[in-house]
């Protein structure tokens, strides 16, 4: 089964407009890691975030922030103002247990940001 | 200071030739993981270390495939022999255990004709 489900294949919008990417993960443990990443054309996995499940508070990193909640199970993130430069594959991903350190990914969100 | 390295960044070869992609995690990182990205399956893990021994490696995906990590900066993925269907990127990644973020590398691309 699919532990982490980003039901958005692609987003197009256009430069300056929000845009948020949803995921929902599933697990038993009480205990697990959310992440999320990017991936630009040029290939290489750029860490964002990570939450653990004991702490909902919601974070914002300057044009970027993330809603937790764990009572939907859902971890999504919001570009405001997007740029073109946000053009990427964005994966969430989830770690589960306190000694396991896998990441399970979701199969990524694209987001183009046109000019 | 320098991320994750590896090498070699593209790698061509034909089905049934021995393949060696090769890692460096970040100074002072002690877990280390090999992850495979392709359409059909995405991103998927391999096989992780943790201060150099294999913790998990039930995403290896058959005998042909192996992996060692002989000392905390070096760690190598092995596949012999090499079939079409192991084209992909392979990405390793690093992390300090207690703090769990991992810091990919660039990948190597590899394509078996």
């Known amino acids: 089964a699919q532990k982490v489900t980003q039901a958005q294949t692609e987003i197009s919008v256009v430069e300056k407009e929000d845009v948020t990417l949803d995921c929902v993960y599933e697990?038993?443990?009480?205990?697990?890691?959310l992440f999320w990443y990017k991936q630009p054309p040029s290939g290489e996995l750029v860490f964002l975030i990570r939450r653990n499940s004991f702490d909902e508070q919601n974070e914002i990193s300057g044009r970027y922030s993330w809603n937790f909640q764990k009572s939907t199970s859902s971890f999504n993130f919001t570009i405001t103002a997007s740029q073109v430069v946000d053009s990427a594959v964005y994966f969430c991903?989830?770690?589960?247990?306190?000694?396991?350190?896998?990441?399970?990914f979701g199969a990524g969100t694209t987001v183009t940001v046109r000019a | 200071d320098a991320g994750v390295i590896q090498s070699p960044r593209h790698e061509v070869t034909e089905m049934g030739q021995e393949v060696t992609l090769r890692c460096k995690p970040i100074?002072?990182?002690?877990?280390l993981f090999w992850y495979r990205q392709t359409m059909m399956r995405g991103l998927e893990l391999l096989i992780y270390f943790n201060n150099n021994v294999p913790i998990d490696d039930s995403g290896m995906p058959e005998d042909r495939f192996s992996a060692k990590m002989p000392n905390a900066s070096f760690s190598t993925l092995k596949i012999q022999p090499s079939e079409p269907r192991d084209s992909a990127v392979y990405f390793c990644?690093?992390?300090?255990?207690?703090?769990?973020?991992?810091?990919f590398g660039p990948g190597t691309r590899l394509t078996v004709l």
């Open positions: 100074s002072g990182h002690n877990s």
């Open positions: 990644a690093s992390s300090l255990e207690a703090e769990r973020d991992q810091f």
């Open positions: 697990t038993r443990d009480t205990t697990y890691y």
């Open positions: 991903a989830l770690s589960e247990g306190a000694n396991d350190y896998k990441l399970s």
